[in-house]
């Protein structure tokens, strides 16, 4: 691909440091007395999978793009083009910045004062949670939730990437559709235990939930594979909860046989005292709790977290 069928002041193409999917073109220095500001041009490049037939992959693009058009929230990146040249595909993203990896800001922005830093991070979590509130709220599930589909935009944290998103809800309905692709990525810890191929489901009570639904929970499940989209996203924003606050995440898979220590934390789940949580705020630490229930229908949808945020918040 040619970059002047990309735009007309493009100089090249070059690899940006946020998605290894995301190529940036180098800004333009325009001589004489009317230098124009320096531009950027966002595009992701939508490369087709080894196990995809041609079909599949079409299909998978332009849902990604169909998605990403759609969306208009300062907390959310969206697409404002679909190119294609020799049948390769590349998303126009809405950015004039491409922004910060969120990782890598992190670990440049340093605060001495720890109330500060803690502010901060939580304000962090707040725009993550009006990002997925406004998602959720049109139906759209990311479930692909983790650092490396962040960036920081002017101090604005920015959901990217929904190659893996799906509507859970369709638009005017208020069905709750099902999901069974499974999703792959090297970030174990934000895959909800529901979605693994070798979870089996078992009985977790709160104060919310009677003996017969989580019940009914359980069997409904054990009967299907399928998984509800919007609440495997929920699993993610807790354990960003916890990775924003602690600056790790404790396991590598929510398995009770494959990872000793989200046995420990599943055994402990119901008294709500595992350790590795015993550092983060009591309030934060009790939405930790309600975000990363086991079962996932006892855990708290977007519009309560948001709602409970304020309150801390305020």
Same mark, same amino acid.
Request: proline content about 5%; overall charge positive.
């Given at each position: ?50 196990h995809e037939t041609q079909r599949q992959f079409l299909k998978r ?35 004039? *910045? ?7 800001? =992190?670990?440049? #922005?340093?605060?001495?004062? !720890? +109330?500060?830093? &803690? ?28 650092? *490396? ?7 604005? =944290?920015?959901? #990217?990437?929904?190659?893996? !998103? +799906?509507?859970? &809800? ?45 019940? !009914? ?26 990775f924003l606050w602690q600056d790790h995440t404790h396991w590598k ?62």
């Amino acid at each position: 691909m040619t970059t002047s069928a990309i735009a007309s002041d493009a100089a090249s193409i070059a690899s940006s440091v946020w998605s290894a999917e995301t190529k940036v073109n180098e800004p333009i220095a325009t001589p004489g007395p009317r230098r124009r500001p320096a531009r950027y041009l966002v595009l992701k490049q939508v490369c087709q999978k080894k196990h995809e037939t041609q079909r599949q992959f079409l299909k998978r693009v332009s849902s990604e793009y169909c998605i990403l058009s759609a969306v208009k929230h300062n907390n959310v990146v969206h697409a404002v083009d679909l190119l294609m040249e020799d049948y390769q595909f590349f998303i126009v993203m809405g950015l004039r *910045d491409p922004g910060t990896p969120l990782m890598n800001w =992190l670990r440049t #922005t340093v605060i001495d004062d !720890a +109330a500060q830093q &803690r502010q901060l991070h939580l304000t962090l979590f707040v725009q993550l949670v009006a990002a997925i509130g406004y998602i959720h709220a049109t139906g759209i599930a990311h479930r692909d939730i983790h650092p *490396d589909n962040l960036i920081m935009v002017n101090r604005t =944290l920015k959901l #990217t990437n929904f190659s893996s !998103a +799906a509507v859970f &809800r369709p638009p005017l309905q208020h069905t709750v559709l099902p999901c069974t692709e499974p999703v792959y990525h090297d970030h174990g810890a934000y895959l909800a235990p529901e979605t693994l191929p070798w979870w089996q489901p078992r009985m977790y009570f709160s104060g919310n939930e009677t003996e017969s639904r989580v019940s !009914a929970q359980y069997e409904s499940i054990t009967r299907s594979r399928t998984y509800d989209a919007a609440a495997m996203d929920m699993w993610s924003v807790g354990i960003m909860l916890g990775f924003l606050w602690q600056d790790h995440t404790h396991w590598k898979r929510a398995s009770e046989t494959k990872d000793s220590e989200y046995a420990i934390f599943a055994r402990q789940f119901g008294r709500r005292n595992y350790h590795g949580f015993a550092t983060i705020p009591r309030a934060l630490r009790t939405l930790v709790y309600d975000l990363l229930c086991p079962s996932p229908s006892q855990r708290i949808d977007a519009q309560e977290l948001d709602a409970r945020l304020n309150a801390i918040s305020s």
